[in-house]
């Protein structure tokens, strides 16, 4: 009886044996496993047969990895190449548009601003514009200088009296599209209690809408005695991380600042100094060394009228025109009228049957004058004729001359006196 139990049980160990053995190269047919990975499930490579989404994403949560193996990350490096700099864009002849923001100092067409782009015109085709005079938020048609194959576009929104603030709050019209560089350039219209505030609010308002490299100007001293605030430039663009163009720098290290003072605006700088001004401005920028050309007086240019940021801007208010001095005299009041004087005409005697000779009058005697009516002052006078003789009379030898017997003898005068009295 013992026996035959233990030959039942080897022979149903051996029948278990043999199950687990059919089993086992099942799932070593269908999942590619070992025998080593039966028995170490973790290091086993997963099987096509898997669990349920549901268990799959159960497993995931809880393990911190997929299930799957992730595909590679593309290498961003490689896709997102470098964008060269303006110094590259510029020698590959690349056409760029530079806005300036600034005060009175690049205003005048003998300023740095203006010597700038006729340096450019060397080797570019540069187009040159200035705010209009009615309206400094708009500019004008372009001048344009060189006659280059690239071109550089210079919109000079530098104004007298300028701010940043006033550029912030108009930024809009002042930054075309597609603007390559930006550039700083203020401090004579501030003061230190404001400028570092203004710069700050034209900053954040170039980082909101235009992606184009800006440079921060550090003036040269100025020289009208008001405070420097050239160190406050600098400690700005510093802080703000911002590119500088150290003008004053360079003008103090080549003591420039008492030579290129200008006579016409104590603020600014000469044409010596614009010229220099220009060339440190195009070396910090694009890099690259341009032949200078010789300082000219461009015609002038009428800088525009800043209005206040509050305020809107009102259109020109057309003034008369100034009459000149003429040189004549202005007519004076009319002189009293004046007769001419009374020339008594001629005396002729009348006709008779016989005509007797007279004597000649005498040279020595003065002959009376006839006496007339003196001439009215709105017609000419008249002279009455000589009574005709009817009489024998003997012919007189000297000419007869008839009188009026209300008018004493006096002639000629008597005819004056009476004009001044009846004006």
């Known amino acids: 009886m013992t026996t035959r139990r233990v030959r039942g049980a080897s022979l149903g160990l051996v029948i278990i044996l043999i199950n687990i053995l059919l089993v086992a190269a099942l799932v070593m047919a269908t999942s590619n496993r070992t025998v080593s990975d039966l028995f170490n499930p973790d290091d086993a490579a997963p099987t096509s047969v898997g669990p349920e989404p549901d268990a799959v994403q159960d497993t995931a949560s809880r393990t911190g990895s997929p299930t799957l193996a992730p595909l590679p990350s593309p290498d961003v490096s490689r896709q997102t190449a470098s964008e060269p700099d303006l110094s590259e864009r510029f020698t590959e002849g690349e056409d760029l548009t530079v806005v300036v923001l600034g005060d009175q100092t690049g205003t005048d067409p003998a300023d740095w601003v203006r010597a700038w782009a006729e340096l450019l015109a060397t080797e570019r085709t540069v187009e040159y514009l200035t705010p209009t005079v009615s309206d400094p938020t708009q500019f004008g048609e372009p001048t344009l200088l060189g006659n280059g194959e690239s071109s550089v576009s210079i919109f000079n929104a530098s104004l007298v009296g300028g701010t940043p603030d006033y550029a912030a709050e108009r930024l809009g019209a002042y930054l075309p599209q597609g603007t390559d560089l930006v550039l700083l350039n203020f401090g004579r219209s501030n003061t230190d209690e404001d400028l570092e505030e203004g710069l700050d609010e034209l900053w954040d308002a170039l980082e909101d ?96 009228t800043l209005p206040t940021a509050t305020q809107p801007i009102e259109p020109p208010v057309e003034e008369p025109p100034v009459e000149e ?42 002959p009376e004058p006839t006496t007339t009516p003196p001439p009215s002052l709105t017609s000419p006078p008249t002279v009455e004729p000589p009574p005709t003789s009817t009489t024998s009379e003997p012919e007189p030898t000297e000419p007869t001359v008839t009188f009026d017997p209300d008018d004493p003898p006096g002639g000629l005068p008597h005819v004056v006196l009476e004009l001044l009295r009846r004006l």
Do not use: C, K, M
Not at 230 to 254: G, M, Y
């Open 325 to 366: 001095p003429s040189d004549t005299p202005p007519p004076a009041d009319p002189p009293p009228y004046t007769p001419p004087p009374y020339t008594p005409p001629p005396y002729t005697p009348p006709p008779t049957s016989d005509p007797e000779p007279t004597t000649a009058p005498d040279p020595t005697s003065d």
């Open 209 to 304: 809408s235009t992606g184009a490299e800006v440079y921060a100007v550090v003036q040269p001293p100025r020289q009208d005695g008001a405070e420097q605030l050239t160190d406050l430039t600098r400690e700005w663009a510093q802080d703000a991380d911002a590119s500088v163009i150290d003008v004053a720098e360079v003008f103090e290290d080549e003591e420039l600042t008492a030579l290129t003072v200008s006579t016409r605006d104590p603020l600014s700088v000469n044409l010596a100094g614009a010229a220099r001004w220009a060339e440190i401005v195009q070396h910090e920028t694009f890099g690259v060394e341009l032949a200078a050309v010789d300082p000219t007086t461009p015609p002038e240019i009428l800088p525009p």
